[in-house]
């Protein structure tokens, strides 16, 4: 079974800028930089799961494959991956079930990262096909090999991101996405809810301590046509503070406002590197029985 969100996947074209960028916005500092296969990459971990910022480099099957994605569709969310299970061992009968509920996944595979410095870091992962997941593309990482968490992100000064709150994906097929990620990957669909107002339904998927949320307009009837990425909301403990810190770091802030959730501060990053849409919020959603 999903035990969490592993890591989201963003792909950019100039790394370095990039990672200036994302160290500036969530105030701390990459804790892995290298790469191979053609790609490097920065991972910057939290207590909740990792953001992975991808950039060609050099040649390889996976700097191609990152470039024929970044040619058809530019920078932002490349992918989103799960953590499958509590061990190594879990993610190879869980790779199987997949396929038996017709996601086309891959055989579990260990890829490598080079640090720098030398160090190298390994997981084990399998790929369901895009084509199975409504487009987009889904990754399965097994736990570490040593049983040992990756080392947390450090702070690079006041009020930083604490961790992530949710991951949007918009659909035009409600029915799919609820076979993808309830029927099929198993998560535990917390929250169903229309919204008139905004002519929005909305679903939420636990995954861990994140949430995967699926939107969808009212009303409108189903499509083929492949899900596609949202944004990202980050939890901040301070917004006010927050906000201030990423204003002077010279992103394009909105004022902080209440949220959605009586008592809770929001606010909106106009500019976040690599065009992803970006949100701050002060308190995890409040997500009532399904």
Same mark, same amino acid.
């Given at each position: 079974? +999903? /035990? $969490?969100?592993?890591?989201?996947?963003? @792909?950019?074209?100039?790394?370095?800028? *990039?990672?200036? !960028?994302?160290?500036?916005?969530?105030?701390?500092?990459?804790? #892995?930089?290298?790469?191979?296969?053609?790609?490097?990459?920065?991972?910057?971990?939290?207590?909740?799961?990792?953001?992975?910022? +991808? /950039?060609?480099?050099?040649?390889? *099957?996976?700097?191609?494959?990152?470039?024929?994605?970044?040619?058809?569709? $530019?920078?932002? +969310?490349?992918?989103?991956?799960?953590?499958?299970?509590?061990?190594?061992?879990?993610?190879? &009968?869980?790779?199987?079930?997949?396929?038996?509920?017709?996601?086309?996944?891959?055989?579990?595979?260990?890829?490598?990262?080079?640090?720098?410095?030398?160090? %190298?870091?390994?997981?084990?992962?399998?790929?369901? @096909?895009?084509?199975?997941? !409504?487009?987009?593309?889904?990754?399965?990482?097994? &736990?570490?090999?040593?049983?040992?968490?990756?080392?947390?992100?450090?702070?690079?000064?006041?009020?930083?991101?604490? %961790?992530?709150?949710?991951?949007?994906?918009?659909?035009?097929?409600?029915?799919?996405?609820?076979?993808?990620?309830?029927?099929?990957?198993?998560?535990?669909?917390?929250?169903?809810?229309?919204?008139?107002?905004?002519?929005?339904?909305?679903?939420?998927?636990?995954?861990?301590?994140?949430?995967?949320?699926?939107?969808?307009?009212?009303?409108?009837?189903?499509?083929? @046509? &492949?899900?596609?990425?949202? !944004?990202?909301? #980050?939890?901040?403990?301070?917004?006010? *503070?927050?906000? *201030?810190?990423?204003?002077?770091?010279?992103?394009?802030? /909105?004022?902080?406002?209440? !949220?959605?959730?009586?008592?809770? %501060?929001?606010?909106?990053?106009?500019?976040?590197?690599?065009?992803?849409?970006?949100?701050?919020? /002060?308190?995890?959603? @409040?997500?009532?029985?399904?």
């Amino acid at each position: 079974m +999903i /035990s $969490g969100l592993d890591h989201v996947a963003l @792909a950019v074209r100039d790394l370095d800028a *990039a990672v200036a !960028g994302y160290t500036r916005l969530l105030g701390v500092a990459p804790n #892995w930089l290298g790469g191979d296969g053609g790609a490097r990459h920065a991972w910057f971990q939290f207590p909740n799961m990792a953001l992975d910022v +991808i /950039s060609p480099h050099g040649e390889g *099957a996976f700097g191609d494959r990152m470039r024929a994605h970044l040619d058809a569709h $530019g920078e932002g +969310i490349w992918a989103v991956a799960f953590t499958v299970g509590r061990t190594v061992d879990d993610l190879a &009968p869980f790779a199987r079930l997949m396929n038996r509920r017709g996601l086309k996944t891959t055989e579990p595979a260990l890829t490598r990262s080079t640090h720098d410095d030398g160090r %190298k870091r390994y997981w084990l992962g399998s790929n369901p @096909a895009a084509e199975t997941t !409504g487009g987009l593309q889904v990754l399965l990482i097994a &736990p570490p090999r040593d049983g040992q968490p990756w080392p947390l992100s450090g702070p690079t000064g006041e009020a930083p991101v604490a %961790k992530l709150d949710h991951v949007v994906v918009y659909t035009g097929n409600v029915d799919r996405a609820l076979a993808v990620y309830g029927a099929k990957l198993g998560l535990d669909l917390r929250l169903d809810r229309e919204n008139p107002q905004w002519n929005a339904r909305q679903l939420f998927f636990r995954a861990g301590d994140a949430v995967i949320e699926i939107g969808a307009k009212i009303g409108e009837p189903a499509t083929d @046509a &492949p899900d596609r990425f949202g !944004g990202l909301a #980050w939890r901040v403990d301070e917004p006010d *503070a927050a906000q *201030a810190r990423i204003a002077a770091a010279g992103f394009d802030v /909105s004022e902080v406002r209440p !949220g959605r959730k009586p008592g809770t %501060k929001v606010f909106t990053v106009r500019d976040a590197p690599a065009g992803v849409p970006t949100l701050m919020l /002060s308190a995890e959603p @409040a997500l009532e029985p399904a």
